[in-house]
Structure formats: C-alpha cells, structure tokens
C-alpha cells in the first residue's frame, strides 16, 4: 500500500470527551478497515486508552461503546503509538500496554508517516 494512503489520528483527548474519543475511533476504525495503515499517535490523557481495560463507557445516546470501537479499531489492524513523555507523567507502566500499542514520540511517528499521510485531530 503505497504511503500516501497511510492515516495518522492525533488524539489528545481522553475519557474527559468521550465523544471526541468516540469520533477518533470511528474515524480511524473506518480507514483501518477499509485497508489503510492507521496509527492513533495519543498525548496527553488519550495515552491512558492504550491501558487493557481503560477504555470503557458511552459517548452519548447511540452511540458505541467506546470498548467496542477500540476492540474494532484493534481487530482491523490499527496502531498506537504512545507519547512516551506523557505516558511516563502519569507514572504508567509500558509492561501494561494493549498489543496493539508502542511507546513512541515524534520521531517514531515521523518515520512511520515518511512519504505522507492524512492526518486528523481530535
């Protein structure tokens, strides 16, 4: 798959918006399953979504469980790459990440992304 397709969602937010939350993995569920590699690069609180068991609770009325949504994000292939300076702020252990995360910072990040990629916020 060529690079230009490649998906980056920053997220910065945690279970303080769980919509924001909701929206970042719709978003990125949506490109992971539709064949595209998806990293999920999370700051802040967001690095507390890559703990087994964090992420849980309902955005709003009709809305997905925020733990099925990770579950499909993760199942059709996305990533996480962890802040490894905010991960270690809130005193979190790296031994206790989901499989489908990795500390990472920005250079990480960047070569992964080498050659281009959509980037959305939240």
Do not use: H
Request: with cysteine; charged share 20%; proline share 5%.
């Amino acid at each position: 798959m060529s690079a230009e397709r490649k998906v980056v969602i920053n997220l910065a937010t945690g279970l303080e918006d769980p919509e924001r939350v909701t929206v970042a993995f719709l978003v990125g569920g949506a490109g992971a399953q539709s064949g595209r590699p998806v990293t999920m690069f999370l700051t802040k609180e967001a690095v507390r979504l890559a703990i087994p068991g964090f992420a849980q609770g309902v955005a709003c009325d009709g809305c997905t469980a925020i733990e099925t949504l990770l579950e499909q994000y993760t199942e059709a292939g996305g990533r996480m790459l962890v802040c490894p300076i905010c991960f270690k702020a809130r005193k979190l252990s790296p031994d206790s990440l989901i499989e489908a995360a990795q500390i990472g910072g920005a250079t990480p990040l960047w070569e992964w992304i080498d050659g281009g990629a959509t980037v959305f916020s939240y």
